[in-house]
């Protein structure tokens, strides 16, 4: 009788359920141990209900700030100027019963491919425990919800079980009033005036959202800008609309605590200051899901902020343990954990792979306008870890960038000296994350700056950008400018 590779998940989010499918499409026995549904967080309280959320705050942000310049009419018969400042309104209500429907359909899709695959899925809690048998294997223990506990034995175990939002003692989330990105969906009612308490990613896309619904926003940075991981020049852009839209950005103000006072909560700044409104968002970063699953005592290194250890190919210090995605601390990206997921099966199946290489991942911050960037920073750039040239071609050149009325933006390419390869670029524009596709190609496959120039784009389209910006790094890499 042929031996069946035994393979078990620990958490079913994108690291866990792209694991899932590759193991089965190899022919091992796959068995994926989840608490809350697959997809976790990710589809479930984060990227699905967020982006969400997003797409109708995009909309309304696109009508209300083009619709008079592009010469479009609001059939409406209240006088011109008597009319309110927001063109169209929003059920905030009606937007979130939309978002959860669509991630628990999300949810139900993952599941269904993965039985289809032949995985198996079990609802509970999965730990790892201590030792290896004589053959190499390892036991996880599954604790149900009614406390059942049932004991499945493993060739290689995948840890897959995300993050969840970090907390300030001072500013505990109560799900009304004071909130985490997990718990917005179930306001009724868009807040009236909405304190955000954090300025990273989370943070800058929730702020951005709110205001474009409606909502009075204040943006709390602990930093002397809003997005301090990001471009400079693109935190720059965003934090100018963010103003310009009427945002109250408080640069360098770390948030202390935050209390509800009657139906107000009352926000008090490290330095004394205070500030009020009817709703506050904490987005002051995530905690690792590894506490009481038993890895330190099965071998496997947590670092400091306790996420797991992993080497590019997904290995812990555990043989036999791998992981992926926000447990591990490398990228808080969906597309990097299905990636590491992937990896780590392919590597324990013995199938050809390659290891997880950070410099060709591409990211998206969804405000409006969108940031994307792949491969080498500015950052690194200016500190000497990459010689490279770099041009930046504002949007506002950009013909059908002028037919849309779009304003704000910039394409930014970076290339090496000598061969004219690209290393990276930047993307600030909407629709970023599409935009952001062939300069991630580019970067994965060493293309040069000539080749990026002498590829044909549509005119006129926001792409065509990309090639003006490669026509003018050839240019400077030839001395023709």
Known sequence: ?????????????????????????????????????????????????????????????????????????????????????????????????????????QSHDITASVTRAGGRVMRGRGRLEPGQAPDGSRKVTVTAADGTTEGLIADAVLIATGAHPREIPDALPDGERILNWTQVYDLDELPEELIVVGSGVTGAEFAGAYQAL??????????????????????????DVFRRRGMNVMARSRAQSAKRVGDRVEVTLADGRTISGTHCLMAVGSIPNTEGMGLEGAGVKLTESGHVWTDKVSRTSAPGVYAAGDCTGVFALASVAAMQGRIAMYHFLGDAVAP?????????????????????????????????????????????????????????????????????????????????????IAVDNNLTVEQIASAFTVYPSLSGSIAEVARQLHARKTGSE
């Not at 976790?40 to 969400?52: E, H």
């Not at 940031?371 to 000497?384: E, F, K, R």
């Open 356 to 440: 997880l290489n950070l410099k060709t991942v591409s990211a998206n911050v969804f405000t409006d306008p969108e940031i994307a960037t792949v491969g080498y920073s500015q950052a690194d750039v200016d500190a000497g870890k990459i010689d490279a040239r770099v041009v930046k071609l504002p949007l506002l050149r950009n013909p059908r960038a002028k037919m849309q009325g779009i304003r704000d933006g910039f394409v930014k390419l970076f290339c090496r000296p000598g061969t004219g390869i690209v290393v990276g670029g930047v993307v600030v524009s909407p629709r970023a994350s599409e935009l952001i596709h062939p300069i991630s």
């Open 1 to 105: 009788m042929e031996y069946v590779t035994r393979i078990v998940i620990i958490g079913g989010g994108p690291g866990g359920y792209e694991a899932a499918l590759v193991a089965a499409s190899l022919g091992a026995e796959v068995t994926v141990v989840d608490c809350d549904g697959l997809g976790g967080a990710s589809v479930l309280t984060d990227c699905v209900p967020s982006k969400t959320l997003i797409a109708t705050a995009e909309v309304m942000t696109t009508f209300d700030s083009s619709y008079e310049e592009l010469g479009i009419i609001v059939e409406d018969d209240t006088p011109y100027n008597e009319r309110p400042a927001r063109v169209v309104g929003v059920d905030l209500g009606k937007v979130n019963r939309r978002v959860k429907r669509l991630a628990l359909a």
């Open 214 to 239: 409606g909502s009075r926003v204040t943006l709390v940075s602990s930093r002397d800008r809003v997005l301090p991981g990001e471009d400079p020049d693109a935190a720059a852009v965003l934090e």
